[in-house]
C-alpha cells in the first residue's frame, strides 16, 4: 500500500478533476459511492492527477432546487450517493430488487425519480439490516460515535411526520428543540428513527472505504464546505441559539447573500440564517465555536482538503434584512476574523484549507487568507478583460493559490466562447495567452487547461467538462436560477485512455508531475 495522504499538495506543483459523485456514470440515475467512484480513481492515477475535488455529499432537497449547498444538514451523508450494488453483496437486496433494465437517464439527474428508486431499496435492507444478531448493536455503536446522525434522523422523521412543514412550524416543544419532547418524539417514532440513522451508517461505512481507497492510489480527496447552512435545517434546528432569529416567530432577523456582482445585478439573495459572530453573550459564542469544531472535524474526517465557499464571509459578511426582496438594500458586518481559525487549528491541528475568494474582494480579506497562509482561487474565465492587472491572469498569480479554468457556477469554458454575451476581444486576448490564433471553439478548452498547468499556481483543478470540452448544456449551475441545476451526468465510455494518456503528458509536460510522495524540503509547510 503506497498512502501518502500526508503530502501537502497545495504547496507543490500538482493538478486534480472538479467533479460531484452525483455526475458520475452508473445504471441506477446517479453517481454512487461504488464502481463508478472506484473507476474514476483509477482514471485519476493513469492520468497522474493528485486530487478529486467534489461538490458537498450532503442530503439534498427539491424545495432548494436539489442544491448541494442548501442541504438539510450540515453533517449528514445524501442516501441517494448509497452504493446499490453494495447492498446487494452485503444481502440487504436480492439481485432480482434491481430492475433489469434501468430506464434511468445517462445523462441527467432526475432526482424525484432517484429518490424513489433508492428509498425502496433501502426500506429493503434496513429490514434485512434488523435479522441480523448484532444490528441493532451495531447501529446503537454508530449513533454514539456520530451524535449528528441521532438527531439528523430525528429531524427527518419529524417533517415527514409534519408534512414537510419547516420546524419553525412544529408544535410547541418540538419547536423549541425541548429535550422530554424530543425523547417523547424518538420512542414514539423509533422504528423511522432508526431508519434513517441506518442510511447513514451505510453513507459512512460506503464513504470510509472509498476514502481508504483513495489514499492507497495516492488521491487526495478534496471536499467543498458551503460557510452557511439552510433555516430549515437539523443545524438550525438543534443550535438555535447561534444563529440571528428573532425569539418569538425563530424566523431570521436578517439572512445572508451578497451584493451586485458579477452574476447578477441586484445582488444575490440566499435566504440563509446568520451567525450570532457578534454576540456579547460569551455562552453564545462558545456554542458556536464548538459547533464550527464539530463540522470542522467531521468534514477532515471525510476529506484531506476542505474548500470553504465564501470565505470572504468570516472577514465580514453580507447582512439583508429578511423582509428585502432582494439583496440590494444589505450591509457588510464584521465576521469572526483570524481569531476564528487560530482556534479551530488549536483545537484540531493543522487544516489544510482552501479559501474561495470569488467576488467582492477587499484588501482586508486578502489579508486575512495570507496571515492564515491558506491558498485562494484564480479563475481564468474571469481574466481577459483587457485589464493588465487583472489578478487572474496567468502571470499575475501567485505560487501559492489554486486555479480553475471555471467553478460549477461558471459556463464552461466552450460554453464561454461561443456565448454571445462575452466580448470578442476577450476571446481574442485568451487565444493569444495561449498562443493560438484562430476563432476555434472546439479546441478551447484544452488551451485553457494549458493555460493553467503552465501557471505559477501550485494546483491546477479543472472541471470535467473543461477536460471534454463540453458546452454550456452540460453546465452545473447557473447562479440565481433554481431550475436545470445540478443535474449534469457523465458518460462512462468519456473517461478513455486516450485521454488519461493526453492528460499524463500534459502533466509532465508542465511539472506537475512530481512523484505521489515527494515533497521539496522548500515546500514543507512550517
Not at 452485503?90 to 432526475?110: R, T
Not at 428509498?119 to 434496513?126: E, F, G, I, P, S
Request: charged share 20%.
Amino acid at each position: 500500500m503506497n498512502n501518502c495522504t500526508s503530502i501537502n499538495i497545495l504547496r507543490q506543483r500538482s493538478s486534480g478533476i472538479l467533479l460531484p459523485i452525483f455526475s458520475l456514470p452508473g445504471p441506477y440515475g446517479i453517481g454512487e459511492l461504488g464502481k463508478s467512484s472506484y473507476d474514476f480513481i483509477d482514471f485519476l492515477k493513469d492520468s497522474k492527477q493528485k486530487s478529486w475535488q467534489i461538490l458537498p455529499t450532503t442530503p439534498v432537497s427539491a424545495l432548494f432546487g436539489n442544491s448541494p449547498y442548501m442541504s438539510i444538514s450540515a453533517f449528514a451523508g445524501s442516501p441517494l450517493l448509497i452504493d446499490t450494488q453494495a447492498l446487494v453483496q452485503a444481502g440487504f437486496i436480492d439481485p432480482d430488487d434491481l430492475p433489469s433494465s434501468p430506464s434511468f437517464s445517462p445523462y441527467l439527474v432526475e432526482y424525484e425519480k432517484v429518490a424513489a428508486f433508492k428509498d425502496q431499496l433501502l426500506q429493503k435492507a434496513w429490514q434485512r439490516f434488523l435479522e441480523k444478531p448484532d444490528g441493532t448493536d451495531t447501529l446503537s455503536e454508530f449513533a454514539a460515535n456520530h451524535p449528528w446522525a441521532k438527531e439528523y434522523a430525528l429531524f427527518v422523521t419529524l417533517k415527514a411526520k409534519m408534512n414537510n412543514a419547516p420546524w419553525y412550524e412544529w408544535p410547541e416543544g418540538l419547536r423549541e428543540y425541548a429535550p422530554q419532547a424530543c425523547r417523547q418524539a424518538e420512542v414514539k417514532f423509533q422504528d423511522e428513527v432508526h431508519y434513517h440513522l441506518f442510511t447513514q451508517y451505510l453513507f459512512m461505512e460506503q464513504w470510509q472505504a472509498l476514502h481508504r481507497y483513495a489514499a492507497e492510489q495516492a488521491i487526495q480527496l478534496i471536499g467543498d464546505l458551503p460557510i452557511y447552512v439552510a433555516l430549515d435545517s437539523v443545524d438550525v434546528w438543534v443550535h438555535q441559539s447561534i444563529f440571528q432569529l428573532d425569539p418569538t416567530t425563530r424566523h431570521p432577523l436578517k439572512v445572508a447573500g451578497v451584493p451586485p456582482d458579477y452574476f447578477s445585478a441586484t445582488g444575490q439573495r440566499w435566504g440563509n440564517p446568520l451567525y450570532c459572530w457578534n454576540s456579547n453573550d460569551d455562552t453564545v459564542k462558545n456554542r458556536l465555536y464548538d459547533w464550527w469544531e464539530q463540522r470542522l472535524r467531521h468534514n477532515f474526517s471525510l476529506v484531506d482538503i476542505v474548500r470553504i465557499d465564501h470565505f470572504r464571509g468570516f472577514e465580514s459578511y453580507w447582512a439583508v434584512p429578511a423582509e428585502e426582496e432582494t439583496a440590494l438594500n444589505g450591509s457588510w458586518e464584521p465576521g469572526p476574523g483570524e481569531h476564528f481559525f487560530v482556534e479551530m487549528g488549536r483545537r484540531l491541528g493543522k487544516m489544510q484549507i482552501i479559501a474561495e475568494d470569488l467576488g467582492i474582494i477587499t484588501k482586508e480579506v486578502e489579508q486575512l487568507r495570507d496571515s492564515l497562509s491558506y491558498p485562494g482561487m484564480n479563475i481564468l474565465l474571469f481574466a481577459f478583460d483587457g485589464n493588465p492587472d487583472n489578478s487572474y491572469l496567468p502571470y499575475n498569480m501567485n505560487k501559492a493559490s489554486v486555479v480553475y479554468t471555471g467553478t460549477h457556477d461558471n459556463d464552461t469554458a466552450v460554453g464561454w466562447y461561443l456565448s454571445p454575451e462575452v466580448s470578442i476581444e476577450a476571446k481574442q486576448q485568451a487565444k493569444l495567452f495561449a498562443n493560438r490564433f484562430d476563432d476555434n471553439a472546439g479546441g478551447f478548452h484544452r488551451e485553457l487547461i494549458y493555460l493553467a498547468y503552465g501557471s505559477p499556481a501550485n494546483l491546477a483543478i479543472i472541471p470535467m467538462q473543461d477536460v471534454l470540452g463540453f458546452g454550456n448544456d452540460c453546465r452545473m449551475n447557473t447562479p440565481g436560477t433554481t431550475t436545470g441545476n445540478w443535474q449534469w451526468r457523465l458518460r462512462g465510455a468519456t473517461l478513455s485512455p486516450e485521454l488519461a494518456n493526453w492528460l499524463k503528458a500534459q502533466v509532465e509536460l508542465f511539472g506537475r508531475s512530481l512523484s505521489p510522495c515527494h515533497q521539496s524540503p522548500e515546500n514543507t509547510q512550517e
